[in-house]
């Protein structure tokens, strides 16, 4: 039995290995490939994701790299073919992994709502863009990257925009290094996946803060940051069509006078608690009401000093859902409700 299961994760890394070569050969795309170098080192690490509670996160994020670069084809055989690939992985993935994202937030009691549709904003000139908001232990990165597969979207969040600039070199690796979020394994050399959601942000010694005052022109790096990834959100929604978690997009879009659609999603305090707490189990509750109160100080911190507004208000946003009345499911069946028929995907 344990032999099987081996071979069953190789199988489906060696597909998404095979179909991250196809894409970047079949595209072109400038942005390069996901998965480059030795392919038996690429396939050891995709399964140590597959097994890996944190890596579930990374591999969300490559998964999404390739569906969007699939996406750009031209040919439209060969787009189908490709994203027929891609939803077979994405599907084989969910039920193999035994992730963060199979631990839903539905509260039973809660589950009743009636929904209006949303009023038509785009022309046909417009790309279709939904902005993303959420409480930590939401499920909203969940609800997000499926809502972005269900009506073939493309997707971003923080670390795939940051990945994008170091890509494009529009930040170069002085706005984005993510090498303290892996550790080298002692043989093979793969990366793998460390990711520590219960740290708060480090805090830069006295020397790397005078180096990024120099690198940055007197600029905090966090401020550059943002300025940077503003640019290319605005130049995304330019160009494609695309749901987008956080990063201020509502707001950074609403300044460029791009339509858009905004959405919070929102849980009570004690389901996040719960949720958090049967995805991490080996940490304490104390320490997850504590990591949750922290992130979301941080969040309402950064959302008014960047915006000016008040981050999680309802007014601030077209449609606000509490996830724990829908489960994750439900949630994205609830805004497709919602979106379709008003907008033309």
């Given amino acids: 039995m344990e032999q099987k299961e081996t071979i069953d994760l190789r199988k489906l890394a060696e597909r998404i290995y095979n179909l ?19 392919r038996e080192n690429n396939i050891q690490y995709i399964m140590d994701l597959l097994v890996s509670k944190n890596g579930a996160y990374v591999l969300r994020e490559e998964l999404a790299l390739i569906g969007n670069m699939s996406k750009t084809m031209q040919n439209e055989d060969v787009r189908q073919e490709l994203m027929q690939e891609f ?10 992994a035994d992730h963060y994202t199979r631990i839903d937030i539905l509260d039973e009691s ?24 959420k409480s930590r232990g ?8 499926a809502l972005a597969h269900e009506l073939g979207l493309s997707y971003y969040d923080r670390g795939m925009l940051e990945e994008l600039l170091k890509r494009l070199e529009a930040g170069k690796s002085s706005v984005w290094d993510g090498s303290y979020l892996y550790e080298k394994k002692s043989e093979a050399g793969s990366p793998v996946y460390t990711g520590r959601p219960f740290s708060d942000d480090d805090k830069p010694f ?16 966090r401020d550059a940051l943002y300025f940077v990834q503003s640019r290319l959100i605005v130049d995304l929604a330019k160009r494609e069509n695309f749901v987008i978690m956080g990063r201020h997009a509502d707001v950074i879009l609403t300044n460029a006078g791009i339509p858009h659609v905004n959405v919070f ?5 004690e389901k996040r608690v719960e949720r958090i707490s049967r995805i991490y189990p080996e940490h304490p509750e104390k320490q997850i009401r504590s990591m949750l109160k922290r992130s979301d100080a941080r969040h309402m911190r950064n959302y008014r000093f960047y915006t000016g507004k008040e981050w999680g208000r309802s007014e601030n946003y077209d449609i ?6 829908y ?11 919602m979106l379709e028929g008003e907008i033309d995907y």
Avoid: W
């Fill in 327 to 337: 489960g994750i499911s439900g949630s994205v069946a609830l805004l497709i409700g």
């Fill in 320 to 325: 606000t859902i509490n996830s724990a009345s």
């Fill in 20 to 38: 991250d070569k196809r894409v970047y050969a079949d595209t072109g795309s400038s942005l390069g490939r996901v998965y480059s170098g030795d």
């Fill in 206 to 221: 006295f020397q790397q803060m005078k180096e990024d005052f120099v690198r940055y022109h007197g600029l905090p790096k």
């Fill in 138 to 145: 939401s499920g909203g990165s969940e609800i997000g990257f």
């Fill in 265 to 269: 999603i929102c849980a009570p305090f």
């Fill in 87 to 96: 939803a077979a992985i994405l599907k084989l993935t969910r039920e193999q």
């Fill in 110 to 133: 809660r589950a009743q709502l009636n929904a209006k549709p949303l009023s038509k904003r785009f022309s046909d000139q417009d790309k279709k863009i939904i902005c993303i908001g």
